[in-house]
Nanobody
Framework: VQLQASGGGLVQTGGSLRLSCAASERTDSSYIMGWFRQAPGKECEFVAAISRSGCSTYYADSVKGRFTISRDNAKNTVYLQMNILKPEDTAVYYC??????????????????????WGQGTQVTVSS
């Protein structure tokens, strides 16, 4: 599957953005979807994940209550709604797809190496 992330941009502190990740094929029955981010000089970190059905989600503590991951399986698209943005949210955001593993273990969901496919990334910059 090919993933295309979009929706990044420049926003002020406290603002909102919605990222989209369009997949080249149906993902609802096959892929757990996740968002990761990488800030300059830092390692890639997990942001959020959503189960194949969309019924279950998991978030990093740093974004819990501010970000919402969702999926529209009819459009083969996953979204990341980001509210109350902070300067520390500045990063390149990547969407990823995990075909192989089951849902439920946070250690598996949050490890980038467990995802099989990655999009190209979209830049999010939050100005203070």
């Amino acid at each position: 599957v090919q993933l295309q992330a979009s929706g990044g941009g420049l926003v002020q502190t406290g603002g909102s953005l919605r990222l989209s990740c369009a997949a080249s094929e149906r993902t609802d029955s096959s892929y757990i979807m996740g968002w990761f981010r990488q800030a300059p000089g830092k390692e890639c970190e997990f942001v959020a994940a959503i189960s194949r059905s969309g019924c279950s989600t998991y978030y990093a503590d740093s974004v819990k209550g501010r970000f919402t991951i969702s999926r529209d399986n009819a459009k083969n698209t996953v979204y990341l709604q980001m509210n109350i943005l902070k300067p520390e949210d500045t990063a390149v955001y990547y969407c990823a797809a995990d075909r192989s593993r089951g849902w439920g273990n946070p250690r598996i969901l949050t490890e980038g190496g467990n995802y099989d496919y990655w999009g190209q990334g979209t830049q999010v910059t939050v100005s203070s």
